[in-house]
């Protein structure tokens, strides 16, 4: 029996759980998700600084055309010690420099005109110009990134300016990938009568990597249990395994019982959607299988649908089912009551509402329609029209258009 949509997502979320961390490298983590709270080891900044090349002063002694005395000078990376701002007077300071005692205001060269000493104040100072404040950023032993946070190049600044090399993250997955068929054969090469190019495990790589994972191309298997076998029997030592094919009712779809003898335990096979229905999903000492549809147009929305929010799971994410988007359907759809239907569609925000429209011909055997689209809308299983001027859930695989 087919499981619903929902039944099915909901089981496989349930099923996986976050792979263990280890420490990675900052130039490798970004995107991944760190496992630990991070809280600041000490104040940031870590003591009252200059925010530009300029004269440390006190504000009380400046204003318009008034002349001080340049008697100092704290470059970038230097030492404040034993450097006083007296009445009167003013330190030169670089950007970034520690503020000398005395000063509550630091004043930019180009507001400034220096003479032997002197300096001509051409501008109003108030207290905290351009000073930066002991703290004023994060305060020691406050949360700065949350466990569960995908790590941007914001985040990694922040980890390097407190000193870390690596960070505590969830480990990418290893995704086996593994076509099926004896029709199939490897770009590159040429083709005969009958034969088709593999190009499930190129797409089904780059939605892997796309995500953050490390796809593992197993090449082909044919359709003949020892051949299959050997191909899953090597897919299974990884993270994740992902078939495309041989999982629906013809003579030479044997994925589904190669992979009970090898003791996969399945969860459910075929699911009430369109297009996709004979996915299956199961465990192999809690490692997640996944057998999609070898319909290059199936196995993509599958994967989008089924195996994105695993894998992200995986990774630690914290928010793994991508939201949707209300959409004005621009044209009337009909659909059989039953499934649920994936619709690939043109969203764009024509300046008042995001509006959508099929982008071509939805039989699976059209790959072009997926080029077109930059969204996928799912149309529930009781319906059977959708009138055109109805709102419709959008998941955006691509940047809405702007008319």
């Given at each position: 029996m087919?499981?619903?949509f929902e039944a099915a997502r909901t089981t496989i979320l349930e099923s996986v759980i976050p792979l263990p961390t280890e420490a990675v490298s900052l130039l490798d983590v970004v995107g991944m998700v760190i496992a630990e709270d991070i809280r600041a080891p000490w104040d940031m900044p870590l003591w009252n600084n200059s925010a530009m090349d300029g004269f440390a002063v006190r504000a009380e002694d400046?204003?318009?055309?008034?002349?001080?005395?340049v008697d100092g000078y704290i470059p970038a990376g230097g030492s404040a010690s034993g450097i006083?701002?007296?009445p009167g007077g003013a330190v030169k300071i670089m950007t970034g420099a520690p503020a000398p005692v005395g000063c509550d205001a630091i004043v930019p060269i180009e507001e400034t005109v220096e003479n032997n000493g002197k300096l001509i104040l051409t501008g109003q100072v108030r207290p905290g110009d351009h000073l930066r404040i002991r703290g004023e950023d994060?305060?020691?032993g406050e949360l700065v990134?949350?466990?569960g946070t995908a790590l941007r190049p914001a985040e990694i600044n922040m980890l390097a300016s407190f000193g870390y090399r690596t960070a505590p993250v969830f480990r990418r997955p290893k995704v086996a990938i593994l076509s099926t068929g004896d029709e199939l054969v490897e770009p590159g090469g040429?083709?005969?009568t009958g034969q088709i190019f593999n190009s499930n495990d190129y797409s089904i790589a780059a939605a892997v990597k796309q995500l953050g994972g490390e796809p593992v191309l197993l090449g082909i298997a044919r359709d003949d249990r020892q051949s299959l076998t050997e191909k899953i029997a090597a897919g299974l030592q990884e993270d994740v395994l992902i078939t495309t094919a041989g999982v629906s009712m013809g003579d030479h779809d044997l994925v589904c019982d190669v992979l009970e003898a090898l003791q996969v335990e399945r969860r459910f096979w075929k699911?009430?959607?369109k297009p996709g229905r004979p996915t299956a999903f199961g465990l192999k000492n809690g490692k997640p299988v996944f057998s999609l549809p070898g319909n290059p147009v199936s196995s993509m929305i599958t994967f989008e649908q089924f195996v994105r929010p695993a894998l992200?799971?995986?990774m630690g994410h914290q928010k793994v089912i991508k939201p949707f988007v209300r959409a004005v359907m621009q044209e009337t759809i009909k659909k059989k009551p039953g499934r649920v239907q994936f619709l690939r569609v043109r969203v764009a925000n024509d300046g008042q509402r995001l509006v959508a429209s099929s982008s071509g011909d939805q039989n699976t055997g059209i790959l072009r329609t997926l080029l077109r689209a930059n969204g996928i809308a799912v149309l529930p299983a009781d319906l059977e029209q959708l009138p055109s001027g109805e709102e419709v859930d959008v998941h955006l695989i691509a940047a809405v258009d702007v008319v």
């Amino acid at each position: 029996m087919a499981l619903s949509f929902e039944a099915a997502r909901t089981t496989i979320l349930e099923s996986v759980i976050p792979l263990p961390t280890e420490a990675v490298s900052l130039l490798d983590v970004v995107g991944m998700v760190i496992a630990e709270d991070i809280r600041a080891p000490w104040d940031m900044p870590l003591w009252n600084n200059s925010a530009m090349d300029g004269f440390a002063v006190r504000a009380e002694d400046c204003v318009a055309g008034q002349t001080l005395t340049v008697d100092g000078y704290i470059p970038a990376g230097g030492s404040a010690s034993g450097i006083t701002v007296k009445p009167g007077g003013a330190v030169k300071i670089m950007t970034g420099a520690p503020a000398p005692v005395g000063c509550d205001a630091i004043v930019p060269i180009e507001e400034t005109v220096e003479n032997n000493g002197k300096l001509i104040l051409t501008g109003q100072v108030r207290p905290g110009d351009h000073l930066r404040i002991r703290g004023e950023d994060v305060s020691k032993g406050e949360l700065v990134i949350a466990a569960g946070t995908a790590l941007r190049p914001a985040e990694i600044n922040m980890l390097a300016s407190f000193g870390y090399r690596t960070a505590p993250v969830f480990r990418r997955p290893k995704v086996a990938i593994l076509s099926t068929g004896d029709e199939l054969v490897e770009p590159g090469g040429d083709i005969g009568t009958g034969q088709i190019f593999n190009s499930n495990d190129y797409s089904i790589a780059a939605a892997v990597k796309q995500l953050g994972g490390e796809p593992v191309l197993l090449g082909i298997a044919r359709d003949d249990r020892q051949s299959l076998t050997e191909k899953i029997a090597a897919g299974l030592q990884e993270d994740v395994l992902i078939t495309t094919a041989g999982v629906s009712m013809g003579d030479h779809d044997l994925v589904c019982d190669v992979l009970e003898a090898l003791q996969v335990e399945r969860r459910f096979w075929k699911v009430d959607i369109k297009p996709g229905r004979p996915t299956a999903f199961g465990l192999k000492n809690g490692k997640p299988v996944f057998s999609l549809p070898g319909n290059p147009v199936s196995s993509m929305i599958t994967f989008e649908q089924f195996v994105r929010p695993a894998l992200l799971k995986m990774m630690g994410h914290q928010k793994v089912i991508k939201p949707f988007v209300r959409a004005v359907m621009q044209e009337t759809i009909k659909k059989k009551p039953g499934r649920v239907q994936f619709l690939r569609v043109r969203v764009a925000n024509d300046g008042q509402r995001l509006v959508a429209s099929s982008s071509g011909d939805q039989n699976t055997g059209i790959l072009r329609t997926l080029l077109r689209a930059n969204g996928i809308a799912v149309l529930p299983a009781d319906l059977e029209q959708l009138p055109s001027g109805e709102e419709v859930d959008v998941h955006l695989i691509a940047a809405v258009d702007v008319v």
